[in-house]
């Protein structure tokens, strides 16, 4: 006894579905700018605790962590990359990551996190060190991918709905 095999049928998702998409792609890509703002203020945090004056600003402050932003977004590690791409996104990103980590750490210990039974944050030691270094490397990395994907859903939903 021999099956025959059904040819494969496309089925487009219907203009509610795409719309319900774009809706959760659009959540997500808030989630992604809460995200980058958080490491963002952490980052300039950071400068101000080391003695620069970024207040100075007026509000152009933020130039910084953009421009962090969009020299990762730009020169994240593909195939074709010259040496000084991933040397200035090296030097750029490493200074994002020990900043936001540095950031991270001057606010996070002592803190209550309000989640299932609560979790109260130590002031010292490797129960500090390894939240840190954690929520610092999603904030530092995280936030650039996650806003980009929920660009391209956007974009590729946009059509179908």
């Known amino acids: 006894m021999t099956t025959k095999s059904k040819p494969a049928v496309s089925v487009q998702p219907s203009a509610v579905a795409a719309f319900f998409d774009i809706l959760v792609a659009l959540f997500v890509l808030a989630v992604g700018c809460g995200l980058w703002y958080a490491g963002a203020y952490f980052t300039l945090d950071a400068l101000r605790t080391v003695g620069i004056a970024v207040k100075q600003l007026d509000g152009f402050e933020w130039f910084i962590p953009v421009g962090v932003s969009l020299l990762e977004l730009r020169y994240w590690p593909s195939v074709k990359q010259t040496q000084a791409k ?3 996104l090296l030097m750029v990103g490493g200074f994002d990551l020990l900043s936001t980590t540095y950031g991270i750490f001057l606010w996070f210990p002592g ?16 129960a500090l060190f390894v939240p840190v ?29």
């Not at 803190?111 to 490797?126: F, M, Q």
């Not at 490397?137 to 974009?155: C, D, M, Y």
């Open 86 to 88: 991933t040397l200035a």
């Open 133 to 161: 270094v954690l929520f610092s490397f999603i904030l530092t990395f995280g936030p650039e991918r996650i806003i980009q994907w929920a660009g391209k859903e956007i974009k590729r939903m946009w059509g179908t709905a």
């Open 111 to 126: 803190r209550t996190i309000p989640l299932g039974l609560g979790y109260t944050i130590p002031r010292a030691g490797l």
